[in-house]
């Protein structure tokens, strides 16, 4: 197919607006991930700034993880992140198993009601005084249960289930198959791109959960990764009347916030194949 001279100024607009903004997200990464990594003599000649080091070393990763608090927050958030996100799978899959089966008595009442808590939450003051009353408050589970299911991929997973041939659900019942069992042995081995798409939503949310930590804890040794880096980060923002006390170095801080990034951005290729999939099912009917 022959081409015009508008189609390649187009394609020569998007490749240009697709670099720059390729190189928008690269550059952060790449200064953040280099200064990390350099040693901090070599960062002060070089005015703070460096994207290629010249000599590596290690030494801010090994005080981070030896003489801060980092690690028992490392586990901290690894225990939210797995256990919140499977909590958050199984309360999605069972509310939006039966919203999607369109003999629900009172479907569209409860679709109302999802709908609604999108729009409109309890506030900020009731909230806390629930996770209180429940005695949740300085524990794990105060960072885990308060967002145990969230309306909007609720939304998206009933979608995804009624893209489904009704066909499959029709010859199951035939052969005796309860609800229950079609969800557990039909429906989620055939929705594995979709509840992977929602897990990693769930997942980045965990990780990165840091206001319910601040609202709803006040043991140190419950704070998550999000906490104590924002602490670090502080900490180097202390007037100069404070200055006794010894202050993370800038390699320091960018080892602090690649500690915090690179998990996800590890865990993210192995569910990159099946984030399009389950996007574009999940969006085949509002």
């Not at 508008?6 to 953040?32: F, K, Q, S």
């Not at 965990?206 to 990764?225: C, G, K, S």
Request: charged letters at 15%.
């Amino acid at each position: 197919m022959v081409r015009g001279w508008e189609d390649r100024i187009v394609n020569t607009i998007v490749v240009l607006i697709l670099g720059l903004a390729a190189l928008a997200a690269i550059v952060p990464l790449m200064y953040v991930i280099a200064v990390s990594i350099t040693p901090f003599s070599e960062v002060l000649k070089n005015g703070g700034f460096i994207l290629i080091p010249k000599s590596i070393t290690f030494s801010a990763y090994h005080k981070l993880f030896t003489e801060t608090n980092i690690p028992k927050a490392f586990w901290v958030t690894i225990f939210i992140t797995v256990v919140g996100t499977l909590v958050n799978l199984i309360l999605t899959s069972l509310m939006a198993y039966p919203l999607s089966r369109r003999n629900l008595p009172g479907r569209s009442y409860f679709l109302l009601m999802v709908v609604f808590t999108m729009l409109f939450s309890g506030g900020l003051i009731p909230t806390y005084l629930v996770v209180k009353s429940l005695g949740l408050l300085d524990s794990v589970w105060s960072m885990i249960l308060p967002n145990a299911i969230w309306s909007f991929n609720i939304l998206i997973m009933k979608s995804f289930f009624e893209s489904l041939p009704e066909e499959l659900f029709e010859s199951a019942r035939m052969d005796g198959a309860k609800e229950f069992r079609i969800l557990w042995q039909i429906v989620l081995p055939l929705s594995i791109p979709s509840m992977l798409t929602i897990g990693l939503f769930y997942m980045v949310g965990h990780w990165n959960e840091f206001f319910q930590a601040i609202m709803y804890v006040t043991d140190r040794n419950l704070f998550p990764l999000q906490v104590v880096i924002r602490e670090i980060l502080m900490m180097s923002q202390q007037p100069l009347e404070n200055a006794e006390n010894i202050l993370p170095t800038e390699t320091l801080q960018m080892a602090a916030v690649v500690t915090a990034c690179l998990p996800i951005i590890l865990v993210y290729p192995f569910i990159q194949k099946h984030f399009t999939k389950g996007m574009l099912m999940g969006s085949i009917k509002g």
